[in-house]
């Protein structure tokens, strides 16, 4: 360390910058920037896995014209993903806030359980799905020992047999692994609401509800913007739970936009087709990245 | 005074609902910590009090499941993965933080943009490369797809703790005729230090629990914990008592590392949107 260190040559700030970035824009392009150009690619291709030469044989728009047209299963994948990213979206965001109320005033076991929020988002999302396929578990299952309890008709039921009650289960595992940060992003954003306004509209006399809905929520709206495009996001990905906890099943009833492209790329091969798909699907992130990317950058030009 | 009462109840009811919110947030991980304890023939039954065993600890790590190999490449594929990405990362976030650079805006909002991007579009390409080249079932090829989704958090994450460093030590240093580079190693680094660790664990932390690049790129010498879960599904269902003591060994150490930059989390996960 220190003096035995051969002093390194100026370089001119203007060209050093450029230096610093050059590496990790080379990562970026290469890790993230080629795979999306060459999925394209790959779309317009026949694509099977098992047939050389079928990645360079071009056939058009084929696959795009046959996801949308000719494939049921694209179109449940699609509904599913649209089902369960407003139910997880709406849900997560709503308990969140909700949770994030109950906690943000701090003290002791406000704090502690502020601190126990982290665990749960620290867990791997595989994880999660095996641990909700235990949880319910018609034999030997928590939590279907507890709804049964609570719901007779639903005692011993097969939940991840059922379409219906398989696709509660994972909508119950994703709000479960995610509220937990949410609440935290929450909380730090009803902390940067001013005391005083609060104060201020206390002392005019609105009640709890009416300072939460005039007051608070206003100065949340932006931090509930940012929660409500994160978890969109983040819900539309959704695949590591998924595969874990029902592995898209019963029949298809479960099986959203990553799971689909997984299957139709890997287990049927037909690679070609699945990059098709996952580009119908980057649309939507498109909209909500730029949506984000404003938010971001709002923040920082105020600061 | 009934007003003092009234506010007395609706604390209780407040402390009650938050009591039962953490109640459900732990049972599901502490069914696991119970489970990775029980026989299996107790994991079968609904039971809070049995004799606990540490006997599936050890049958996880022997054959079939050998779950110390899976446990070394998480290992090396998340350490690796993050030796890699935070010192370029930090380059690029110094440089983002204290030049105005031509395409600044495109690059960062490209940067953020990647992190949205699904995996499955990332892994096909990659799959057929790999193929191709021999890298199917390596720890390198997993470690170079891995980057894909840490570089984006490093960058901006340790971007806002180099934004947070006041400029004139820098000037000072500066004016006492150090060079630029010299600058950064002895006034910058030290200074980012904190904030570029905890980027770091944070990244080990993503890296560690990311499951569909090594789903799909690695089938036997590479695979890593999460998917290593898979093992213990067997022909008579699956073996929860082993489940859960894998589990235990995949989650514990990320408790602890995320428990150590709990402050950060939302930050790092936000890409500083929120702070």
């Known amino acids: ?303 | 005074m009934t007003g003092n009462r009234l506010r007395r109840l609706f604390s209780a009811i407040q402390v009650a609902l938050i009591l039962v919110a953490t109640f459900v947030m732990l049972v599901p991980i502490a069914w696991i910590f119970l489970a990775a304890f029980k026989t299996h023939v107790d994991v079968y039954q609904l039971k809070l009090f049995f004799r606990p065993t540490l006997e599936n600890f050890g049958t996880v790590f022997d054959a079939p499941f050998l779950l110390g190999a899976k446990l070394f490449n998480s290992t090396i594929v998340a350490l690796v993965t993050v030796m890699l990405a935070i010192p370029i990362a930090t380059m690029a976030a110094y440089s983002f933080s204290r030049f105005h650079l031509r395409g600044e805006t495109a690059m960062l909002v490209t940067i953020l943009a990647t992190q949205f991007v699904p995996a499955v579009i990332i892994v096909l390409p990659f799959f057929v490369m790999f193929r191709d080249i021999g890298l199917l079932d390596t720890r390198v090829g997993l470690i170079v797809v891995n980057l894909a989704i840490v570089m984006p958090f490093a960058i901006w994450m340790i971007k806002g703790f180099i934004d947070g460093i006041p400029l004139d030590t820098e000037e000072a240093a500066m004016v006492d005729g150090s060079s630029r580079v010299q600058m950064i190693r002895n006034i910058v680094l030290p200074m980012a230090a904190p904030g570029i660790l905890t980027a770091g664990i944070f990244c080990f932390i993503i890296a560690w629990n990311e499951f569909l690049f090594a789903l799909i790129l690695t089938n036997k010498n590479a695979v890593t914990l999460p998917i290593g879960l898979a093992l213990f599904k067997a022909e008579e269902g699956d073996l929860w008592n082993l489940l859960s003591a894998a589990g235990i060994i995949i989650m514990l150490p990320m408790f602890i590392l995320a428990l150590l930059i709990r402050k950060y989390f939302v930050q790092g996960m936000t890409m500083g949107a929120v702070r």
């Open chain 1, 1 to 303: 360390m220190g003096r035995a260190w051969v002093r390194p040559p100026r370089v001119r700030d203007n060209i050093l910058k450029y230096l610093l970035v050059a590496p990790a824009v080379v990562v970026v392009a290469v890790t993230a920037i080629w795979p999306l150009i060459e999925a394209a690619r790959l779309s317009f291709t026949v694509g099977r896995l098992n047939r050389p030469g079928s990645l360079e044989q071009y056939l058009g728009w084929e696959n795009y014209v046959w996801a949308v047209m000719e494939e049921p299963a694209f179109w449940n994948s699609v509904w599913v993903t649209a089902a369960y990213t407003f139910l997880t979206v709406a849900l997560t965001t709503i308990l969140a806030l909700a949770l994030a109320l109950l906690l943000a005033p701090g003290g002791r076991l406000r704090s502690g359980v502020q601190t126990l929020l982290i665990l749960p988002f620290a867990m791997s999302p595989a994880l999660i799905g095996v641990s909700f396929r235990f949880m319910f578990n018609p034999e030997f299952g928590l939590f279907d020992a507890f709804f049964g309890a609570l719901i007779p008709p639903l005692a011993n039921v097969s939940w991840l047999a059922d379409p219906i009650l398989a696709f509660a289960v994972c909508i119950m595992a994703d709000v479960w692994g995610w509220i937990p940060f949410l609440t935290l992003v929450l909380i730090g954003g009803l902390i940067s609401v001013p005391r005083e306004t609060l104060e201020a509209a206390q002392i005019d006399g609105a009640n709890g509800w009416r300072v939460f809905r005039d007051v608070t929520l206003p100065q949340l709206a932006p931090v509930l913007a940012v929660v409500v495009i994160l978890k969109s996001i983040f819900s539309l990905k959704t695949f590591d739970q998924i595969f874990m906890l029902t592995n898209g099943g019963p029949g298809t009833a479960t099986q959203t936009l990553s799971h689909y492209i997984y299957f139709n790329g890997m287990k049927y091969g037909q690679i070609g087709f699945a990059a098709s798909v996952a580009w119908l699907m980057v649309i939507p992130m498109i909209f909500l990245t730029y949506a984000y990317a404003k938010l971001v950058f709002r923040k920082d030009q105020a600061q």
